[in-house]
């Protein structure tokens, strides 16, 4: 039989694993202090949904699938969100919405700019390409590791997660929507004696809305489908429920939990892919 | 009149090597061959043309000729591999951010192929663009953008998004949005060609009309003949980054430097560029008003003719007589010629196109006289001297006999 030599080896895990040791021993500080930003934001979304009375925020789910879509469309957003409520998740669904948002808050304040940078730098682009194939296609599992040694167990890990997982749409569409810019009107920007400032964004980025708004719905929808992996570390939330219904095998709590993820993950994909609908001027 | 711009050896060639393909440019390679060899995309080669204050220069090519590339440097949106662009003086290659930014917000507007509107914004917002680029405050140039706006007919559209607006329309915007800014200098990259010919034939009137209030400096690109020679005042033809001539339409239909030139020049339709102060001649006999019936006999019999315009002291037209009616004056022993004078003749300025002439030159038993302003006569047409001038100068010769 033939079989790859065992003389030659090679463990890129090993280099992987030593960068990590010593980012931890040289950058402790820095990571309790992210920890701490985190968990702040958090914790404070978390709070600002909790206050929210349950009925009020049927109403205001309600509300806004009439605004932006249609009156039946809100009706059945409201019983989506009312059935989780009825099933005995509520608390859970606020923690996995507060997770989510400041996933989705902290991929945006990330991927847009370096979306923007790499549009005008090809060699960026070039260095990001492989990066954010490698990011969007590693298992998500595997960031567990590296997220808990940095930030311990608990929420700011999967936040951690959540973030690397999901950045990767937000950074190419973000570079796609300004590289699709027709000529002609970036021309003109420049003809009328614009800045790089004022032409990016009194132009490129307006002209580009639509399709960065796609990029931050994907992103959104990638941060859902984190829900359940974040929650092998400790997160709690919807996810949560789902570990523990596969450890007990109870078929019930799992369907429980797993349908309301589903219903969660609906609302928020048609709300903001309605709002990216907002931003399109043909 | 004084220059304005002033380009001076300009090359633009595209790709990551342009100062080797400029060396083998220099060294009389092709451009055909520099692709090949070094892959770089000659665009503009060494193209040199003055443009005087409130001239309309109109550089006509064929697509990929480099007329696109050529007016992009003329606001540095390409910047030139080699070459010095002067406006006013001053060369614009050498500006910094600052100047260039400058440059561009006060002294040049360029008008696009495709509009190159901004789809986000209102008609409005769109016009007001350069001013707001301007810092200029927003009463101020709500003002100053409806004005440029009634000034291309688009009054009461102002809150309407440019994909609302028919393709004349938009390009109307785009218009307004290069006079809102006041610029000395229009650039106009192919404006017309993608409208269909009705709206270009209009646009082209307007544009025409707009530049005899505005006296604007504008540099107009085109593929079509019709349309640069009737527009430009003079013409540059483009091929392969090089023009190949330039000159006013006349010139350039009369005498083609080149074949590719003639074969362009073949495509014209002549009536509408050559104008009746290009035909007319000098008239064969002219009668002034003090003469007398008899001295018009003489002279209409000395030339051969049946009738003669009567013009006063400076030449003003006063009408035209016809051998028949001095004639019968004779016999009725009246001598002046005013009761004589006939007026059912046309009359037409120096610039009027051979196209408006036809009909009249068949209609009318009379030449056709052609008068300035004031009314003085500068010369006549007749209905030979309107063929022969439909004929190209140089392929009289090729009619077989």
Same mark, same amino acid.
């Given at each position: 039989?033939?079989?790859?030599?065992?003389?030659?080896?090679?463990?890129?895990?090993?280099?992987?694993?030593?960068?990590?040791?010593?980012?931890?021993?040289?950058?402790?500080?820095?990571?309790?202090?992210?920890?701490?930003?985190?968990?702040?934001?958090?914790?404070?979304?978390?709070?600002?949904?909790?206050?929210?009375?349950?009925?009020?925020?049927?109403?205001?789910?309600?509300?806004?699938?009439?605004?932006?879509?249609?009156?039946?469309?809100?009706?059945?957003?409201?019983?989506?969100?009312?059935?989780?409520?009825?099933?005995?998740?509520?608390?859970?669904?606020?923690?996995?919405?507060?997770?989510?948002?400041?996933?989705?808050?902290?991929?945006?304040?990330?991927?847009?700019?370096?979306?923007?940078?790499?549009?005008?730098?090809?060699?960026?682009?070039?260095?990001?390409?492989?990066?954010?194939?490698?990011?969007?296609?590693?298992?998500?599992?595997?960031?567990?590791?590296?997220?808990?040694?940095?930030?311990?167990?608990?929420?700011?890990?999967?936040?951690?997660?959540?973030?690397?997982?999901?950045?990767?749409?937000?950074?190419?569409?973000?570079?796609?929507?300004?590289?699709?810019?027709?000529?002609?009107?970036?021309?003109?920007?420049?003809?009328?004696?614009?800045?790089?400032?004022?032409?990016?964004?009194?132009?490129?980025?307006?002209?580009?809305?639509?399709?960065?708004?796609?990029?931050?719905?994907?992103?959104?929808?990638?941060?859902?489908?984190?829900?359940?992996?974040?929650?092998?570390?400790?997160?709690?939330?919807?996810?949560?429920?789902?570990?523990?219904?596969?450890?007990?095998?109870?078929?019930?709590?799992?369907?429980?939990?797993?349908?309301?993820?589903?219903?969660?993950?609906?609302?928020?994909?048609?709300?903001?892919?309605?709002?990216?609908?907002?931003?399109?001027?043909? | 009149?004084?220059?304005?711009?002033?380009?001076?050896?300009?090359?633009?060639?595209?790709?990551?090597?342009?100062?080797?393909?400029?060396?083998?440019?220099?060294?009389?390679?092709?451009?055909?061959?520099?692709?090949?060899?070094?892959?770089?995309?000659?665009?503009?080669?060494?193209?040199?043309?003055?443009?005087?204050?409130?001239?309309?220069?109109?550089?006509?090519?064929?697509?990929?000729?480099?007329?696109?590339?050529?007016?992009?440097?003329?606001?540095?949106?390409?910047?030139?591999?080699?070459?010095?662009?002067?406006?006013?003086?001053?060369?614009?290659?050498?500006?910094?951010?600052?100047?260039?930014?400058?440059?561009?917000?006060?002294?040049?507007?360029?008008?696009?192929?495709?509009?190159?509107?901004?789809?986000?914004?209102?008609?409005?917002?769109?016009?007001?663009?350069?001013?707001?680029?301007?810092?200029?405050?927003?009463?101020?140039?709500?003002?100053?953008?409806?004005?440029?706006?009634?000034?291309?007919?688009?009054?009461?559209?102002?809150?309407?998004?440019?994909?609302?607006?028919?393709?004349?329309?938009?390009?109307?915007?785009?218009?307004?949005?290069?006079?809102?800014?006041?610029?000395?200098?229009?650039?106009?990259?192919?404006?017309?060609?993608?409208?269909?010919?009705?709206?270009?034939? %209009?646009?082209? @009137? &307007?544009? /025409?009309?707009?530049?005899?209030?505005?006296? !604007?400096?504008? =540099?107009?690109?085109?593929? +079509?003949?019709?349309?640069?020679?009737?527009?430009?005042?003079?013409?540059?033809?483009?091929?392969?980054?090089?023009?190949?001539?330039?000159?006013?339409?006349?010139?350039?239909?009369?005498?083609?430097?080149?074949?590719?030139?003639?074969?362009?020049?073949?495509?014209?339709?002549?009536?509408?560029?050559?104008?009746?102060?290009?035909?007319?001649?000098?008239?064969?006999a002219l009668v002034s008003i003090k003469d007398g019936?008899?001295v018009a006999?003489?002279e209409?019999?000395?030339?051969?003719?049946?009738?003669v315009f009567v013009v006063g002291r400076n030449m003003e037209?006063e009408?035209?007589v016809?051998?028949?009616?001095?004639?019968?004056?004779?016999?009725?022993?009246?001598?002046?010629l005013?009761?004589?004078?006939?007026?059912?003749?046309?009359?037409?300025?120096? %610039?009027?196109? @051979? &196209?408006? /002439?036809?009909?009249?030159?068949?209609?009318? !038993?009379?030449? =056709?006289?052609?008068?300035? +302003?004031?009314?003085?006569l500068?010369?006549?047409?007749?209905?030979?001297?309107?063929?022969?001038?439909?004929?190209?100068?140089?392929?009289?010769?090729?009619?077989?006999?």
């Amino acid at each position: 039989m033939n079989s790859f030599p065992e003389l030659i080896k090679f463990d890129p895990g090993m280099y992987i694993e030593a960068l990590v040791d010593w980012l931890i021993l040289n950058f402790q500080g820095f990571f309790d202090a992210l920890t701490d930003v985190i968990k702040w934001i958090v914790f404070n979304i978390q709070d600002g949904l909790s206050f929210i009375p349950w009925f009020l925020f049927i109403l205001l789910i309600f509300l806004l699938g009439w605004k932006l879509k249609s009156f039946k469309s809100g009706l059945g957003y409201a019983m989506m969100i009312m059935l989780i409520g009825l099933i005995g998740l509520w608390e859970d669904m606020i923690f996995t919405l507060a997770i989510v948002i400041t996933s989705v808050i902290l991929s945006i304040i990330i991927g847009i700019p370096i979306g923007i940078y790499s549009a005008y730098n090809q060699k960026l682009e070039a260095l990001l390409k492989p990066l954010l194939d490698g990011m969007q296609t590693m298992p998500s599992f595997v960031y567990l590791i590296p997220a808990m040694i940095f930030f311990g167990l608990g929420t700011v890990p999967a936040v951690f997660a959540t973030i690397v997982y999901s950045t990767p749409p937000c950074i190419r569409l973000t570079s796609l929507a300004i590289k699709r810019v027709p000529k002609e009107m970036r021309e003109a920007a420049y003809a009328f004696g614009s800045s790089r400032w004022q032409a990016l964004v009194k132009v490129e980025l307006p002209q580009a809305m639509p399709t960065i708004m796609a990029g931050i719905n994907q992103t959104t929808m990638l941060a859902m489908s984190m829900v359940v992996t974040s929650s092998m570390i400790g997160a709690k939330g919807l996810g949560e429920n789902v570990i523990i219904a596969i450890n007990r095998t109870d078929i019930a709590m799992g369907f429980n939990s797993g349908i309301s993820i589903v219903f969660l993950a609906i609302i928020i994909d048609r709300l903001t892919q309605m709002i990216s609908k907002k931003y399109e001027h043909v | 009149m004084s220059k304005k711009i002033e380009v001076k050896n300009l090359y633009k060639i595209f790709g990551s090597k342009p100062k080797l393909a400029l060396k083998r440019l220099k060294e009389g390679w092709t451009k055909e061959k520099i692709l090949k060899t070094t892959g770089q995309t000659v665009g503009v080669n060494n193209a040199s043309f003055t443009v005087d204050e409130g001239e309309f220069f109109v550089i006509m090519g064929l697509s990929g000729s480099g007329k696109s590339t050529l007016i992009r440097c003329l606001n540095l949106l390409n910047r030139p591999t080699a070459g010095e662009i002067l406006i006013d003086g001053e060369d614009i290659v050498k500006y910094d951010r600052q100047q260039l930014r400058e440059f561009r917000q006060n002294k040049v507007a360029m008008v696009f192929q495709n509009f190159g509107l901004f789809t986000h914004r209102t008609v409005l917002g769109n016009v007001e663009y350069g001013l707001e680029i301007r810092n200029i405050n927003k009463d101020k140039r709500r003002q100053i953008a409806l004005e440029a706006l009634e000034s291309v007919g688009l009054k009461g559209w102002e809150d309407k998004m440019p994909t609302e607006l028919s393709g004349g329309m938009q390009q109307r915007v785009g218009l307004a949005r290069a006079l809102a800014n006041n610029p000395d200098i229009l650039l106009m990259d192919e404006p017309f060609s993608a409208l269909d010919p009705l709206i270009r034939r %209009d646009m082209q @009137i &307007e544009l /025409l009309e707009i530049q005899s209030k505005l006296k !604007k400096t504008i =540099i107009f690109i085109t593929h +079509d003949i019709n349309e640069a020679f009737k527009l430009g005042d003079r013409v540059a033809v483009m091929k392969d980054g090089k023009i190949v001539q330039q000159g006013t339409p006349e010139e350039i239909l009369n005498n083609p430097s080149n074949e590719y030139i003639e074969e362009f020049v073949k495509s014209i339709d002549r009536t509408k560029v050559i104008q009746a102060k290009n035909i007319m001649r000098k008239p064969n006999a002219l009668v002034s008003i003090k003469d007398g019936v008899r001295v018009a006999i003489k002279e209409m019999q000395a030339s051969n003719i049946s009738s003669v315009f009567v013009v006063g002291r400076n030449m003003e037209l006063e009408g035209i007589v016809t051998i028949d009616d001095c004639v019968d004056a004779v016999k009725n022993k009246q001598s002046s010629l005013k009761e004589l004078l006939r007026h059912d003749f046309y009359k037409t300025s120096p %610039d009027e196109y @051979i &196209e408006n /002439l036809l009909e009249n030159a068949v209609k009318s !038993k009379y030449p =056709i006289v052609v008068v300035d +302003d004031e009314n003085k006569l500068l010369g006549i047409i007749v209905r030979t001297s309107i063929l022969s001038g439909l004929l190209p100068i140089n392929s009289t010769n090729d009619t077989p006999a």
